[in-house]
């Protein structure tokens, strides 16, 4: 059953309109296992947003492919989401924690088409309120 973040993680941002991709859609060719759907999504918003993205490598000094890729949104008054997409035994692993100066309060794991969607009507939010993540949004997301 697929738990629904916005409902469990509170304070979470409002959903956008719809049009948000799906993950298979955003993906290269629509398909591919866990470890490279994680990999491609690292490099994609690696690229598009250095400064709050960050990829964490598998074996000795991470040189051993992509094993997670994190994206930190800060909420304003100490809040901030993280969403987190890794792979394991060949299964997406998605989640999303709340933090709170700096700690984690609270981690719900969901389904990849929810940690995008999730992921997706934050950084909307975001770009309402700072101009320099409006272009890259719009890139992103682009096909």
């Given at each position: 059953?697929?738990?629904?973040?916005?409902?469990?993680?509170?304070?979470?941002?409002?959903?956008?309109?719809?049009?948000?991709?799906s993950?298979?859609?955003?993906?290269?060719?629509?398909?591919?296992?866990?470890?490279?759907?994680?990999?491609?999504?690292?490099?994609?918003?690696?690229v598009?947003?250095?400064?709050?993205?960050?990829?964490?490598?598998?074996?000795?000094?991470?040189?051993?492919?992509?094993?997670?890729?994190?994206v930190?949104?800060?909420?304003?008054?100490?809040?901030?989401?993280?969403?987190?997409?890794?792979?394991?035994?060949?299964?997406?692993?998605?989640?999303?924690?709340?933090?709170?100066h700096?700690?984690t309060?609270?981690?719900?794991?969901?389904?990849?088409?929810?940690?995008?969607?999730?992921?997706?009507d934050?950084?909307?939010?975001?770009?309402?309120r700072?101009?320099?993540?409006?272009?890259?949004?719009?890139?992103l997301?682009?096909?």
């Amino acid at each position: 059953m697929a738990v629904d973040v916005r409902l469990i993680v509170t304070d979470a941002p409002p959903r956008a309109p719809a049009g948000v991709p799906s993950l298979a859609d955003w993906a290269p060719g629509g398909a591919g296992g866990a470890a490279e759907t994680v990999a491609f999504v690292a490099e994609r918003l690696r690229v598009t947003f250095p400064g709050i993205t960050e990829v964490r490598g598998r074996g000795l000094f991470g040189m051993g492919g992509v094993e997670a890729v994190s994206v930190t949104l800060a909420q304003g008054g100490g809040k901030a989401f993280r969403y987190t997409l890794s792979a394991r035994d060949g299964i997406l692993e998605p989640s999303v924690a709340k933090l709170v100066h700096g700690t984690t309060i609270q981690t719900v794991m969901c389904s990849a088409q929810e940690w995008l969607e999730s992921l997706y009507d934050d950084i909307v939010e975001q770009a309402k309120r700072h101009d320099e993540m409006r272009a890259p949004l719009a890139r992103l997301f682009s096909k």
